[in-house]
Antibody
Framework: QLQLQESGPGLVKPSETLSLTCTVSGGFVSTTSYYWAWIRQPPGKGLEWIGSVYYGGSTYYNPSLKSRVTISMDTSNNHFSLELTSMTAADTAVYYC??????????WGQGTLVTVSS | EIVLTQSPGTLSLFPGERATLSCRASQSVTSSNLAWYQQKPGQAPRLVIYAASSRATGIPDRFSGSGSGTDFTLTISRLEPEDFAVYHCQQYGSSPYSFGQGTKLEIK
């Protein structure tokens, strides 16, 4: 049974960098069949695609966030990560990791709330 | 960027009724690359429909998707209590992938 679990700080100060990790169990990030993605949802609002990573290092980022985002993969620890720099209050959201098949998010983590506040 | 507009914003229906949710795109969605997700309070979204009309694994056949181009519809033929949730559409045919703002399906 595939499971994805987000981890990281729940509170980040403005201008700081957010680092989140998605640990995968019941599957391997190194499989060539899937991409792995980060998606976020501000409180009470809709979903926003952040970006995705594929085994081998190929990445895709939402152009609206591209200058601040890095998504990477660690196959030895079977996880992938998100870094988002220069955080502001507008980045306050629940951050989800997901496994993609054909660019569709078939499996999701439970999500982690990140609040940006001093 | 393709903007997806979902309507109505809120839909109030009784269990047993038929629900019709709309997702309209600002440009044609390539190859009907449109998905629908169901989200209940405090939970992650769950894939319901992909490729505009294909049901995801484990989704009951009362759920159906249709449409092409710029107009897509999610239909729930006979609402069960567990179907009341927020539904999001997503296009994945053009970069950047985008979501609609969601339709809340609530019990009347």
């Amino acid at each position: 049974q595939l499971q994805l679990q987000e981890s990281g700080p729940g509170l980040v100060k403005p201008s700081e960098t957010l680092s989140l990790t998605c640990t995968v169990s019941g599957g391997f990030v190194s499989t060539t069949s899937y991409y792995w993605a980060w998606i976020r949802q501000p409180p009470g609002k809709g979903l926003e695609w952040i970006g995705s990573v594929y085994y081998g290092g190929s990445t895709y980022y939402n152009p609206s966030l591209k200058s601040r985002v890095t998504i990477s993969m660690d196959t030895s620890n079977n996880h992938f990560s998100l870094e988002l720099t220069s955080m502001t209050a507008a980045d306050t959201a629940v951050y989800y990791c997901a496994r993609l098949r054909g660019s569709v998010a078939w499996h999701w983590g439970q999500g982690t709330l990140v609040t940006v506040s001093s | 960027e393709i903007v997806l507009t979902q309507s109505p914003g809120t839909l109030s229906l009784f269990p047993g009724e038929r629900a019709t949710l709309s997702c309209r795109a600002s440009q044609s969605v390539t190859s009907s690359n449109l998905a629908w997700y169901q989200q209940k309070p405090g939970q992650a979204p769950r894939l319901v429909i992909y490729a505009a009309s294909s049901r995801a694994t484990g989704i009951p056949d009362r759920f159906s998707g249709s449409g092409s181009g710029t107009d897509f519809t999610l239909t729930i033929s006979r609402l069960e209590p567990e179907d009341f949730a927020v539904y999001h559409c997503q296009q994945y045919g053009s970069s950047p992938y985008s979501f609609g703002q969601g339709t809340k399906l609530e019990i009347k």
